[in-house]
């Protein structure tokens, strides 16, 4: 199996320059911080196994491994390489702080640089990258600008800048990042964006405005999953057989269990679950789960159903089956008798079985019917019942499948009418 996972480092300027802004603007410190929060939100509810580390500079302190002396100072590695989690998403929201201090953009591109490839040289992944959140205001030293693109293309990094838009001189390029600046740029900041656009050209960078990263960013991804086919044979009566294959085409995604628990304060304190069972009297008197067994009420009195009256009643199929019962008009099957979280496709398994299911798919669609299923995944479990549908398409034809309820499972609930206050009764002069 290939591997998707990415690697990446945010790299966060917080100097004294990012906590400015015109009237009635957020601030370029809080708009990167609302980016970084979206690009962890992504990446958490999708599940993915990306990994992620933070960078800040401009902070007060230093803490990185390049630091000597002078070198590499107010450059801060908050968090290592690893998975996106809630302490790391709390942090960026509320433990970030802006400073009145600069430092140098190039340098801290060189820790960041420095932290991914340490970090990933036992590690395989798809993509590295390193994303650069910053106006580059700062001061910044370009004698080691060729080695810095030597060493991200040789490392096989991506490098992403989100900021100002990026103007160009008067050499008829387009700009990188064509978006209006909030305001009037410094001669430090020009002069950083010119060095910048040198260094995006030399590693095939690229850059965003804020004001073209939030919105991409916005929409959560899809939790990437593996499709797993289902081969089977279409059964309409006792000799005609379909070879067919469903896959998974929606599915209700549920959130991972482990955020169903809750935290304690203390990270070194754990969890543990315990489930008691106790009897409905006054002492309330604890019982073992081995005494007890399921009941269904008739009247006032329990009927015991154990598991072993369960299994006795229930049938259980010989194999996997997916056998057409009957066909009937669209207009019977209700939408609320729809069941389950999920919809299957169903195409052909060859190109000789795609004219056959072909056929039955055009039949169901001109005669506006549906076919009524009987299904079994495999073998030893209860059948289920379910309808297929056509789905016709310029380049694809499919049928779509869901589950039914059977009638046992259907309750038919009357309520009374509602009572109407006869004051809030339109008259006839107000009425439309």
């Given at each position: 199996?290939?591997?998707?996972k990415e690697?990446?480092?945010f790299?966060?300027d917080?100097?004294s320059s990012?906590?400015?802004?015109l009237?009635?603007?957020?601030t370029?410190?809080?708009?990167?911080l609302?980016?970084?929060k979206?690009i962890?939100?992504?990446?958490?509810f999708?599940?993915?196994?990306?990994e992620v580390?933070?960078?800040l500079?401009?902070?007060?302190?230093?803490a990185?491994p390049?630091?000597?002396g002078d070198?590499?100072?107010?450059?801060?590695?908050?968090?290592?390489?690893g998975?996106?989690d809630?302490?790391?998403?709390k942090?960026?929201?509320?433990e970030?702080?802006?400073?009145n201090l600069s430092a140098?953009?190039?340098d801290?591109?060189?820790?960041?640089?420095?932290l991914?490839?340490?970090s990933t040289?036992d590690?395989k992944?798809a993509?590295?990258?390193?994303i650069m959140?910053s106006?580059?205001?700062s001061e910044?030293?370009?004698d080691?600008l060729?080695?810095?693109?030597?060493?991200?293309k040789s490392?096989?990094?991506?490098l992403?800048v989100?900021?100002?838009?990026?103007?160009?001189g008067?050499?008829?390029?387009?700009p990188?990042?064509n978006?209006?600046p909030?305001?009037?740029?410094?001669?430090?900041?020009?002069n950083?964006?010119?060095?910048?656009?040198?260094l995006l050209?030399?590693?095939n960078?690229e850059c965003?405005?804020?004001?073209?990263?939030?919105?991409a960013?916005?929409?959560?991804q899809?939790r990437?999953?593996?499709p797993s086919?289902?081969?089977?044979?279409l059964e309409i009566?006792?000799?005609c057989?379909?070879?067919?294959v469903g896959f998974?085409?929606?599915?209700?995604?549920?959130p991972?269990?482990?955020?169903?628990i809750?935290?304690?304060?203390n990270?070194?304190?754990?969890?543990?679950?315990?489930?008691?069972h106790h009897?409905?009297?006054?002492?309330?008197?604890?019982?073992?789960k081995?005494?007890t067994v399921?009941?269904?009420r008739?009247?006032t009195?329990?009927?015991?159903f154990s598991?072993?009256d369960k299994?006795?009643?229930?049938y259980?199929?010989?194999?996997k089956c997916?056998?057409?019962?009957c066909f009937?008009?669209?207009c019977?099957?209700?939408r609320?008798y729809?069941?389950?979280?999920s919809?299957h496709?169903?195409?052909a398994?060859s190109?000789?079985?795609?004219?056959?299911?072909s056929?039955?798919i055009?039949a169901l669609h001109?005669?506006?019917m549906?076919?009524i299923?009987?299904?079994?995944y495999?073998?030893g479990?209860a059948?289920?019942?379910g309808f297929?549908?056509?789905?016709?398409k310029v380049d694809?034809?499919?049928?779509l499948?869901?589950f039914?309820?059977?009638?046992e499972?259907?309750r038919?609930?009357?309520?009374?009418?509602?009572?109407?206050?006869?004051?809030?009764?339109p008259?006839?002069?107000?009425?439309l």
């Open positions: 199996m290939a591997v998707t690697a990446v480092v790299c966060l917080v100097g990012m906590n400015h802004s009237a009635d603007q957020v370029p410190l809080e708009t990167s609302n980016a970084i979206m962890l939100q992504r990446k958490m999708a599940e993915l196994k990306d580390a933070l960078v500079f401009g902070t007060p302190g230093t990185n390049l630091a000597d070198q590499y100072e107010n450059i801060t590695v908050a968090r290592m390489l998975l996106p809630w302490p790391l998403l942090y960026v929201q509320k970030i702080l802006p400073s140098d953009w190039l801290a591109l060189i820790v960041s640089m420095d991914l490839v340490n040289k590690k992944f993509t590295k990258r390193v959140f106006d580059l205001s910044v030293s370009d080691q060729d080695e810095i693109s030597n060493g991200i490392a096989e990094v991506e992403n989100i900021g100002p838009s990026i103007v160009t008067n050499d008829g390029e387009e990188a990042c978006v209006a909030a305001q009037k740029k410094t001669l430090q900041q020009l950083g964006e010119k060095l910048m656009k040198k050209a030399n590693v960078g965003y405005s804020f004001s073209q990263a939030l919105p960013l916005s929409f959560f899809t990437m999953v593996r086919p289902w081969k089977v044979d009566g006792a000799t057989k379909i070879p067919v998974l085409k929606v599915k209700e995604c549920k991972k269990k482990s955020w169903q809750s935290y304690v304060r990270p070194d304190d754990k969890i543990e679950r315990t489930c008691t009897l409905n009297d006054d002492a309330q008197t604890e019982i073992e081995d005494d399921k009941g269904h008739y009247g009195t329990v009927v015991p598991k072993i299994d006795l009643l229930s259980k199929a010989k194999g997916f056998q057409i019962l009937t008009k669209s019977n099957v209700h609320y729809y069941l389950g979280d919809v496709s169903f195409v398994q190109e000789y079985s795609a004219v056959a299911l056929a039955l055009h001109e005669t506006d549906v076919a299923v009987r299904y079994a495999r073998g479990i059948p289920k019942m297929l549908s056509p789905h016709i694809r034809e499919e049928l499948f869901s039914l309820p059977f009638m499972d259907i038919r609930f009357t309520f009374p009418p509602l009572n109407v206050n006869k004051k809030h009764i008259s006839g002069n107000n009425g």
